[in-house]
């Protein structure tokens, strides 16, 4: 019987993720019958690869999604809140790259390897949320030590890649890196302190308990992903002159007695990972090296001497890909699995 084909569209196609998303298409042979490119009017006329292909831009608008049947959104929060829910009315299911509707008790909050279950759930509103870049990565090796130890509480530090925050960001570490390395001025647009040569702690922004809206994502998305409100989770997340990867100190306490060679020995066996973790060797998790491929890399796995079920680790992986257009498509290769 011939392949079950869908009429797709990406929102936000013009843009880091977008583009992605439309590569990760492709390289994972997503069944696509049909493919429209949506951004802003400021696009219009522009033609974006697929297969081959060069396909037109169009505007996105509240009409754009009739006869879809998924749509994937990379366009920003505010997009996203205005127009999935005119496609999901529309009948095409929307996976939303946006923090918009993760919190949403109705919309699925889903990393594939982790709860495909939770995909079941998108009947309530036509809407999945893709979770945020920090948590996929990090949710991804603790799900299988959660399920054998159960976590009591995670103490977790970011070195997130400036891609995260788009385009233009990319466009600013490269822009002030030059400046920089000629003794020029250089100008901070898009962060409020210049990012070349330089870390903030700081990203998305602050709320009033003194944390960031990056940092509170990690808190309730883990928990939500995890389906366990009792964990503790508590962050600093800093934006690092990193192009492409984030990086995470990630400390976790568990209920059950654990060790680094137990916890070394179940991540080699989980789906999604790959364990790098031979310091002798200088092999260790680096950002260079999850760039542009799928795994999240784990090492530097170690017992916490300071308490008695403590393992501390450092996980990589590339915010584009896993962290966002990958686990997307994973989802959509989920949902047309099982569920259209
Ligand atoms: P455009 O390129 O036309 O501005 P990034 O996160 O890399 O900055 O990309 C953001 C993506 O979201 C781009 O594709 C951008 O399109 C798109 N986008 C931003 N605002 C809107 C909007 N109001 N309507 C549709 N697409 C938007």
């Known amino acids: 019987m011939a392949e079950k084909q869908f009429n797709v569209a990406v929102a936000g196609a013009t843009g880091a993720v977008g583009n992605q ?3 990760c298409l492709e390289e994972m042979n997503f069944p696509v019958k049909s493919i429209r490119l949506l951004a802003s009017h400021r696009s219009v006329g522009r033609t974006l690869r697929f297969k081959g292909d060069l396909i037109p831009v169009e505007e996105l608008k509240e009409d754009s999604f009739k006869g879809l049947d998924i749509a994937l959104f990379s366009a920003g929060g505010s997009t996203s809140k205005t127009f999935a829910p005119n496609a ?5 299911v929307v996976i939303d790259n946006s923090s918009a509707w993760r919190m949403d008790p109705h919309v699925p909050l889903v990393v594939p390897e982790v709860n495909p279950h939770a995909v ?3 009947s309530h509103k ?3 949320a893709n979770p945020n870049c920090s948590t996929i990565q990090m ?9 054998k130890y159960g976590i009591k509480r995670i103490v977790v530090s970011t070195y997130q890649a400036v891609s995260g925050t788009g385009k233009k960001a990319i466009d600013e570490l490269f822009d002030q890196s030059r400046a920089m390395i000629n ?7 898009v962060y409020p302190h210049r990012i070349a040569f330089n870390c903030l702690p700081h990203i998305d922004s602050f709320l009033d308990n003194g944390y960031t809206k990056e940092e509170m994502k990690m808190v309730n998305e883990t928990r939500k992903i995890l389906e366990d409100d009792t964990i503790g989770v508590t962050a600093t997340t800093v934006r690092v002159p990193v192009f492409y990867s984030h990086s995470e100190s990630v400390n976790v306490e568990t209920k059950k007695p654990v060790s680094a060679t137990e916890v070394r020995s179940l991540l080699e066996k989980t789906p999604g990972i790959k364990v790098v973790d031979d310091p002798e060797q200088n092999l260790y998790p680096l950002a260079i090296d999850a760039a542009g491929q799928d795994l999240t890399l784990v090492g530097r796995i170690r017992d916490d001497e300071s308490i008695p079920n403590g393992i501390n680790m450092w996980i990589v992986a590339d915010n584009i890909r896993k ?5 997307a ?12």
């Open 183 to 189: 003794f020029l001025d250089c100008q901070n647009n």
């Open 139 to 147: 949710v991804l090796p603790l799900s299988p030590i959660h399920k």
């Open 323 to 327: 962290g966002a257009a990958t686990n």
């Open 88 to 92: 999901a009315r529309d009948g095409c």
């Open 126 to 128: 036509g809407i999945i």
């Open 21 to 23: 998303m439309i590569s």
């Open 120 to 122: 079941a759930q998108h």
């Open 329 to 340: 498509v994973q989802i959509a290769q989920v949902l047309v699995k099982d569920y259209l």
